[in-house]
Structure formats: C-alpha cells, structure tokens
C-alpha cells in the first residue's frame, strides 16, 4: 500500500492532508480482518479523510467503494481513488485504472 500510495492519502477530500496517516479497511468494521489484510482490503488515508469515510452514509461509501460487502472480491470492487479516478485495487498491492463509465462500486 506504501508504494501505490506513494506515501499519500487515497481519498483526498477537502479537508485532506495528504498525509498516510493509517490503513482502512474497506470491509465493514465486523467483517474486516486485522492480520494480513490483502492490499485490495485496505486503503491509506489521512485523519480526516479516514473519519469522514467512517462518518458517510453507508450507501454512499459503498458507492464510492471506500466499504464493500461481505463476500465480494476486493479487487473487483471500484475504488474512488484519490477523488479524480475509478480504480481497482488489486491484491498485488497494484493499481488498474478503469475506462470512464466503469465507476459503479
């Protein structure tokens, strides 16, 4: 996540600072692993950004792929990354950009 995140927030809000402050899980708070999570799972996020994630509706964070549901592969969930592309996040730990029109998570 280091590398695909250069070091930098993946959500870039208004408030973001920029800054990888911690790892989210994109799995909901009962489902998330806390060993070894597949980098698909996970995303960094600034301190803001990563409470104003855990304070969205959760239809909206769902739609923006910040959580996904149980079951579903993360890394065929589209990631809303850094506020400007659809992506997905693969378990590699690589990033694959999707074509313009591919962003329902």
């Keep these: 996540m280091l590398a695909r995140s250069c070091g930098h927030c993946e959500v ?8 990888f ?11 998330a692993r806390t060993e070894n999570p597949s980098p698909a799972e996970v995303f960094a996020a600034c301190t803001a950004c990563a409470e104003l ?3 969205l509706q959760p239809q909206l964070a769902t739609r923006a792929g910040y959580v ?3 079951g579903r592969d993360p890394a065929l969930a589209p990631f809303h990354w850094r506020a400007s592309r659809w992506v ?3 378990h590699d730990g690589g990033l694959t950009e999707l074509a ?4 329902s998570a």
């Design 12 to 19: 870039l809000t208004e408030q973001c600072r920029y800054s």
């Design 100 to 103: 313009q029109g591919a962003q």
């Design 53 to 55: 994630v855990a304070n």
């Design 88 to 90: 997905l996040l693969g």
């Design 68 to 70: 996904i549901d149980t």
């Design 21 to 31: 402050d911690r790892l989210v899980s994109r799995r909901r708070r009962s489902h």
